[in-house]
């Protein structure tokens, strides 16, 4: 008898295991989200629908998996990192070693686009625990649509490779660690996000500016500082070639 009230006890401790807390399933609509980003991917890149930066990053990822660690852009004309060193490419190589195709580079910005969502989901979610319960469910059911509605998500999604979307999911993480009054992972997700290069250094600036308005002076202070000298870094070493308007999209008419 003792011996089979302790296996009852243990099933009930595994099943209660592997059941879900009520609140994990306000993610699922983001995990199918991500899921159909993933098929969307495959359709995309199947039928090469994709454009100049996508070409970019791809050549310079496949590059620096292949030994070429400063790897020189035809795309660009000039060496991939004189872009605007974008650092956090190189954190990618060991993907691109386990599956040596394009897509991953897709793969890539789905899930980080995905993973933009689900910091602001966790963040809100959080917030709503101090909401009367009345208005909790409403505040979730409220978030969810508008985050897996986003037309700007899918649009981002829809051609091209774009770094903001590596950018977009570190320095929302670092605003949630911000918000969280952990600085240190507040800090280490703005270093992350500044291995995204200098338009990544300017979100930092950003969030150092927020910080003062929330009277953290001591972040605010470490995450202005290291933003400004990032930015004026890559431009001292001139590697902010990228960081230009007119070749792109032309000058303004004369006369």
């Known amino acids: ?11 009930v401790e595994f099943r209660q295991h592997l059941r879900w807390k009520p609140l994990y399933w306000w993610a699922v609509p983001i995990g199918i989200q991500w899921l159909l980003l993933v098929l969307f991917n495959i359709y995309q890149y199947n039928r090469f ?36 060193l974008e650092i956090i490419m190189y954190l990618f190589i060991p993907l ?5 195709s394009a897509i991953i580079l897709l793969w890539i910005q789905s ?21 009367s319960k009345t208005s909790r469910s409403w505040l979730r059911i409220t978030t969810i649509v508008l985050l897996v509605a986003n037309p700007w998500t899918y649009w981002t999604a829809s051609f091209d490779f774009h770094p903001e979307s590596l950018m977009a999911c570190t320095i929302m993480g670092a605003s949630y660690a911000l918000w969280n009054k952990r600085d240190n992972k507040a ?6 996000t ?3 290069g200098d338009v990544a250094a300017l979100l930092v600036v950003g969030l150092g500016l ?26 001292a070493v001139g590697a902010d070639k990228g960081s230009v308007l007119e070749p792109s999209y032309g000058t303004w008419p004369k006369g």
């Open 96 to 100: 691109v070693w386990i599956f040596p």
């Open 1 to 11: 008898m003792a011996i089979s009230a302790g296996v009852s006890e243990n099933i």
């Open 49 to 84: 629908a994709l454009t100049h930066d996508f070409a970019l990053y791809w050549q310079a990822l496949w590059l620096m998996a292949h030994g070429h660690l400063n790897p020189y852009s035809t795309v660009a004309g000039y060496p991939f990192l004189d872009n605007h």
């Open 111 to 131: 899930t980080a686009l995905v993973a933009t969502e689900y910091i602001a989901w966790t963040w809100i979610m959080n917030w709503t625990m101090s909401q």
């Open 210 to 235: 927020t910080a003062i308005l929330l009277r953290r002076w001591r972040i605010a202070l470490i995450l202005i500082s290291s933003g400004l000298f990032w930015l004026l870094f890559i431009g």
């Open 194 to 196: 500044l291995l995204s």
């Open 187 to 192: 800090l280490i997700w703005a270093a992350f």
